[in-house]
């Protein structure tokens, strides 16, 4: 009796399972006009009969259903597993406008009947588009009409949108780079604006995002691409303006021919168009008077702070934790500053920045550590501290305290307290810590000097020296008077200096995520450094003379290799940017390296 109960239980748990795979969907455009057919389409990941479609109003049922199946096969580890999908197709034709929505299906498969997902499709008039169906139909030269009709703005065009258009200094705007085409396209060319007055941050799509969708615009069907999205905060208040961006794409068009054949079988050519975005402007209020203390947060942020210990020994290190999570402009908060007893040693705070771009613009977190050390015993208080942040949802200014601590600093060991003040009872001196020490108070002894420091030893030490150190002065000068005059020595020297100033600039680029301003800082680098040191005009070095230059100082060829590949790194971002991937941060860490290589061999050739 127990085994039959068993067995019942494993069948049923092996039905439910088998039941639980199975998948009935119903997709169908989202949009359509008026006169438009199209497919609904259902589909079964297994077998299934008796198909029971939902009463469709609204939409003339031209054919269906028609029943496709496919099958595949995949073996992984040794293990084999096939699936079957069966298809089922419905042609329908949209007759009025409106928004409808198709009820699910049902079908049985395991002897079990399962409903499809409902679907919603939007009816739209539709433009009249007969002119452009007689020009598709004229004959003659149309060679250069359809080249029109491929590149006009009711085929092709781009797009940038902002979620607002009216906003406060550092608040978070989302501008998103669309693309709207009927037709077949490839990219070519495309020149980004520069954002110039925001600080900008890529959002990375999602997959629903890059995909194509579809949209209507005045009365036209398009297949619209999310091409970019990105976080934008304006650094200044003012009109700002976001510039038109410039794509080139080769778009697919036929070609008509005085031939019958050719008409008949069909012949296509690619034609370059290019597509221009509209400026975008952006008018940008500054905030209302702050209060003191505010520096610049903007968004809504919830604040958090704690201390690792509070009963310590002098000589301790401590550690204050804040934490200041929300959505904002959290990449510009700067570190609280707290108000430290007198003679607590204190360090530069650390900043960590945990935050991601997104649809709903910069979330996440910013952290900072302050760390100091109490160098005598006491009790001491640390008063809370205010963060001043503006609301973007009420408008207003918000004011956020960290808590209060209280410390308990015990005297510390003998070998710790050598350096500072270990007494704290002496009365006579109440300003310990700021700008007075105690006054040694034991027995000194005093000699008397009489003897004039004219004409002593001394005297004439110190007249003999500075002689010596004015003759060494001369000479010093003499010698960079002749540097000086020898050029292309200067040039080699400088060549160092000048190269680190550059790569600061890319450094600057770095820490802003600036990926163009990076790339042309970079270049500079290596150029202006290999013109300097190498003495050679920047207007005669390329790659070649580059490369025999370098190895006639002796430069290793694996140094060299890499220098070239970084060249051809930045050409590339310049010229291409979408084809470069490369972390910025690893290019500034293999140009600084690259340099310093550099540095070691030529000087050791020189």
Known sequence: ?????????????????????????????????????????????????????????NF????????????????????????????????????????????????????????????????????????????????????????????????????????????????????????????????????????????????????????????????IIYQVYTLQKKVLIPQQAGALKIEPAEMVFNVQQRVRSQSVFDDFFGSVQNVQVKAKSDRVNINVKDLPPAPAGFSGAVGKFTLSSTIDKTNIKANEAITINIKIDGTGNLKHINALKFNFPPDFEVYDPKTDYNYSASGAGLSGSTKFEQVFIPRYQGRFSIPAVPFIYFDTDSKSYKTLYTNEFELNVAKGDADQNTTVVSSMSKEDVKY?????????????????????????????????????????????????????????????????????????AASVCVKNNNRDEFFDALTRAFWGYLSDKLTLPISELNRENARTTLTEYSVNNATIDEFMQLVDTCEMARFAPTAVHDSIQELYEKGEKVISEFEKQIRKKA
């Open 1 to 57: 009796m127990i085994r039959k109960i068993v067995f019942i239980l494993l069948l049923l748990s092996t039905v439910g399972v088998f039941a639980a795979e199975n998948e009935f969907r119903m997709s169908a455009p989202n949009i359509v006009s008026v006169g438009d057919q199209f497919s609904l389409t259902l589909m079964l990941n297994n077998s299934g009969d008796d198909l029971r479609m939902p009463e469709i109003e």
């Open 432 to 504: 310990i810590g700021k700008d007075i020490r105690y006054i040694k108070n034991n027995d000194l002894s005093l000699s008397q000097k009489s003897q004039s420091f004219f004409g002593s030893f001394g005297f004439y030490f110190t007249y003999i020296l500075s002689l010596l150190a004015f003759a060494a002065l001369v000479v010093f000068k003499r010698k960079q008077l002749q540097e000086n005059a020898n050029v292309a020595l200067m040039r080699n020297k400088k060549a160092s200096k000048m190269a680190r100033k550059h790569l600061n």
């Open 60 to 219: 003339d049922v031209l054919m269906g259903p028609s029943v496709s199946s496919s099958r595949s096969i995949q073996i992984i580890n040794g293990k084999t597993s096939q699936s079957t999908n069966y298809t089922y197709t419905f042609v329908l034709k949209a007759n009025k406008e409106g928004t409808f929505t198709i009820s699910p299906a049902s079908i049985k498969a395991d002897r079990q009947v399962i409903q499809s997902n409902s679907v919603q499709i939007q009816v739209i008039k539709g433009r009249n588009q007969s002119t452009q169906s007689q020009q598709g139909t004229s004959g003659g030269n149309s060679q250069s009409a359809s080249s029109a009709e491929v590149g006009s703005r009711d085929n092709l065009f781009i797009r940038f949108e902002t979620n607002k258009t009216n906003v406060y200094k550092g608040e978070i705007i989302i501008a998103t780079f669309k693309l709207y085409s009927r037709v077949a396209l490839s990219v070519v060319d495309q020149t980004l604006p520069s954002f110039e007055g925001f600080w900008s941050q890529d959002i990375d799509l999602p997959p629903a995002e890059q995909t194509r969708t579809q949209e209507a615009v005045d009365g």
